[in-house]
């Protein structure tokens, strides 16, 4: 995402405390006032802008006018219909941001990039690319295969809205950078086999065309470092089977330790 615009209701005190990860030199304000005022013709330029607001009038506004929002809390209390909302301003970081603006325009987030591949988020325009995936019967030997089909895109539909909105992570796509196909997918996900919330279980696949080229490592690395440092979880469960030795020597070289019955775990 490019600068954006951050078009608010803040005080000039409350504004002020977004200037450290935010300084107005890179940044530009706009008070949602001042667009009413305009009539809103600085949003037929290509900015891309993103509302902080403290009232739900304000948030209504903004977002009848295609603009994601933050809720801002100033009153302890106090409900705000925005999806996304903090209380403490010095805590707002740029990719809270970019967040809101995904989720709001459904725009699949992208998570990590590794020396040879994307991992992202996938929308419903990834279908064919997610199918493509499992048309060699290699696929599914150690895993369960996809639905059929129209019931496969609607279980997609069904994820994308509801498991990267409620938990932020999930199952990801991996992109090749520099063909941009997408050759396979890997991530965590909160499953009911799980110990609690500080718990989630890594899966992958990997195309066959590019395996036995430590793609699978290498993504995987990445989402075990993520999955601690920045989703904060304390350990990370995969289900490998005893005959899938290739996946077996994945688990040793990320650092995962066998607890029997196919079961590996890897302790923060």
Known sequence: MCNFVIVNDLS???EKLLHKEFPPDMYEYVKVADMVDTNWQPFLNE??????????DTIS??????????GYESTPGEYLSSAYVVQDLCRVERR??????ARFHNIPLAILETKRCIIREHSIEDFQAILDIYQDKSMTE?????YDGEEEREYQKKYIDVVYKFYGYGLWLIVDKETGEVIG????ESKENCEDINQVELSYQVKKEYQNKGIATEVC??????TFEKLEKKSIIANVNEKNIPSIRIMEKLG????????YILRK
């Open 221 to 226: 690395k990445a989402i075990v470092n993520y």
């Open 256 to 263: 995962f330790k066998p607890l029997g019955n196919e079961k």
């Open 96 to 101: 809270d941001l970019e967040v809101v603006d």
């Open 12 to 14: 000039l005190e409350e």
């Open 61 to 70: 506004l903004l977002e009848a006018h295609d603009v994601g929002v933050l």
């Open 185 to 188: 997918r890997a991530g965590v």
């Open 47 to 56: 900015k891309t802008y993103i509302g902080i607001a403290k009232s739900n």
């Open 142 to 146: 150690y895993i369960e295969p996809l």
